[in-house]
């Protein structure tokens, strides 16, 4: 197959240079790694921008750079939803008040502190579920890399996969989450190099702000303004759905209990880093549109027939505006940085699927008493296994029409009945280990059951659909948790100390000046963020 471009020799040579860079990166970093803590933990010694930064670049996968900016142009501003309200009260919900519950308790996963909290039987259910996600979502990574290469450069599907899969697996054998963590940061950079000259030079030929507005439907530069109702906007949903499903259910369950992130906060080097890795993030969080969104709002100017044409799907927005402004020898800059994104998400899926895998499947459930050398040595042979199965989940990602949807789908079965799960545990010392087991249990299934038997053309968007369907999980988990817990005994106010609120204690930063603060970062952030939907309304 022809790509839309002729790669050359000096393109080449950029992304093999990057190749060689990152693996580089992993063998610099094996002599690092000596303890299960080390290479699954980073050794909890990581400053807290840098986790920060790979806390956001872990979420920045090939998936979102192409598919919001495909998104932005069918939909408009109002995708931004995604990225500010959709993560950034999350985020600092996750930082001021969730963390110190994680770190403190000294929990190695997600999984760990659900046992702790519940019993062994919730753990067991939140590993397998997690361990199943992350494997399709990182096929999902993979799948859109790999269909990228196709499009830009004329690359198979298989060559693009395998090629991709290979280096992941290369630094992160070697130097464990400290090499994912180190790359993502690196790749965090790449990315804006690559990306960011996109909607400067279409700004700039538009005519700045107004100017590409004056060539966009009515109300694609607005946020709010168009979501009276679900039949006043493209995205065929209203405020209400928005703010219950995305903003609190998906949001709320994907920021602050997927282990893929939460794994990066970990990583800190002491409480206040790990509360401050969230808070930092949810500050380049919110520019992060302008990489997105923007180019979306200018594919759709520039080429106005975008998403109605046969064989110009919205989903080739950004290769159309890369081959459109980038000059031979640039190009290779632009598809490095979308090499970068999609092995900053695959490097995070593999990292948090290996710690669970190892510590919460294997240790748990097939060998307790091994060596730390010997879990170390799981792990490295988990980040072959997830990676092949990853290669065999992203076929199945191909048989969705809409990657997106086929995402926000796998959130809406299992991050959002744990959001209630962990919300009920964390804030409620009446949860019993069994209300937490059953409600998550039934969350899940009421999520699979709300899917299969309610036909999707009940709602009027996919998104919509998926928005709801959260919701309504979200809520039977909740309902049955507290159901479930009033008839059956809790656990001691003993075995609860340091992992519940109110019988914890919560760390005091009185000495620290205020741009060193969890407290005070945050509410800058969230200041922020009240002005941008303001701003854009």
């Known amino acids: 197959m022809h790509g839309l471009f002729h790669a050359n020799g000096v393109d080449y040579s950029i992304i093999a240079i990057y190749f060689v860079f990152v693996i580089g990166v992993g063998f610099v970093l094996k002599s690092r790694v000596r303890t299960g803590e080390d290479f699954f933990l980073s050794g909890r010694s990581i400053p807290g921008w840098i986790t920060g930064l790979a806390f956001l670049s872990a979420n920045l996968g090939a998936l979102e750079i192409m598919g919001m900016t495909a998104s932005g142009a069918e939909y408009g501003m109002i995708t931004t939803h995604f990225y500010w309200i959709g993560a950034i009260p999350a985020m600092l919900f996750l930082g001021l008040y969730m963390m110190p519950f994680y770190y403190v308790s000294k929990v190695r996963s997600v999984p760990e502190y659900l046992k702790l909290r519940f019993n062994?039987?919730?753990?067991?259910v939140n590993a397998?579920?997690?361990?199943?996600?992350t494997v399709l979502t990182s096929g999902i990574s993979l799948y859109s890399m790999a269909l990228i290469f196709q499009v830009l450069i004329g690359w198979s599907l298989t060559t693009s996969i395998l090629a991709s899969a290979v280096v992941v697996l290369v630094y992160v054998t070697l130097g464990g989450l400290t090499s994912s963590i180190y790359n993502e940061v690196i790749q965090?950079?790449?990315?804006?190099?690559?990306?960011?000259?996109i909607p400067l030079i279409g700004m700039h030929n538009l005519g700045g702000w107004n100017g590409m507005l004056s060539r966009l439907p009515?109300?694609?530069?607005?946020?709010?303004s168009n979501m009276g109702s679900a039949s006043s906007n493209p995205m065929g949903i209203g405020w209400l759905g928005v703010v219950l499903g995305l903003g609190f259910v998906l949001s709320f369950g994907y920021w602050t209990t997927d282990f893929l992130v939460v794994q990066r906060t970990l990583a800190a080097r002491n409480l206040r880093a790990a509360q401050n890795t969230p808070i930092y993030a949810?500050?380049?969080?919110m520019i992060v549109p302008i990489l997105v969104i923007i180019p979306g709002l200018i594919a759709l100017a520039v080429f106005p027939k975008i998403g109605h044409t046969p064989g110009m799907s919205y989903n080739l927005a950004l290769p159309l505006l890369i081959s459109k402004y980038y000059p031979p020898g640039m190009m290779g800059l632009g598809l490095t940085a979308m090499l970068a994104s999609f092995m900053s998400g695959m490097a995070g899926n593999v990292t948090a699927f290996t710690t669970v895998w190892t510590y919460d499947i294997y240790q748990a459930y097939m060998r307790k008493d091994a060596s730390d050398k010997h879990y170390v040595a799981m792990g490295r042979w988990a980040v072959l296994g997830g990676i092949v199965i990853s290669i065999g989940t992203a076929y199945i990602a191909a048989g969705f029409p809409s990657v997106m949807d086929y995402m926000q789908t796998l959130f809406s079965f299992f991050n959002a009945p744990l959001f209630g799960t962990f919300l009920l545990g964390m804030f409620w010392r009446r949860t019993t280990a069994w209300g937490g087991f059953w409600g998550l249990v039934c969350g899940i299934a009421s999520a699979f059951a709300l899917y299969y038997l309610i036909p999707a053309h009940v709602f009027s968007s996919p998104d919509a659909g998926n928005f709801w369907r959260a919701w309504w999980a979200w809520f039977i988990t909740v309902a049955l948790t507290v159901i479930v817990s009033l008839i059956t005994k809790p656990k001691t106010a003993e075995e609860l100390k340091g992992i519940v609120f109110g019988l914890s204690n919560r760390p005091n930063y009185a000495g620290f000046p205020w741009y060193k603060r969890p407290g005070y970062l945050a509410t800058i952030a969230f200041v922020i963020l009240v002005a941008l939907n303001v701003v854009f309304w």
């Open 120 to 124: 062994e039987a919730t753990r067991g």
């Open 128 to 133: 397998v579920s997690f361990a199943v996600m």
């Open 188 to 197: 965090f950079f790449l990315i804006w190099a690559g990306l960011l000259p």
């Open 218 to 224: 009515a109300g694609f530069g607005h946020l709010w």
């Open 282 to 285: 949810a500050f380049f969080k």
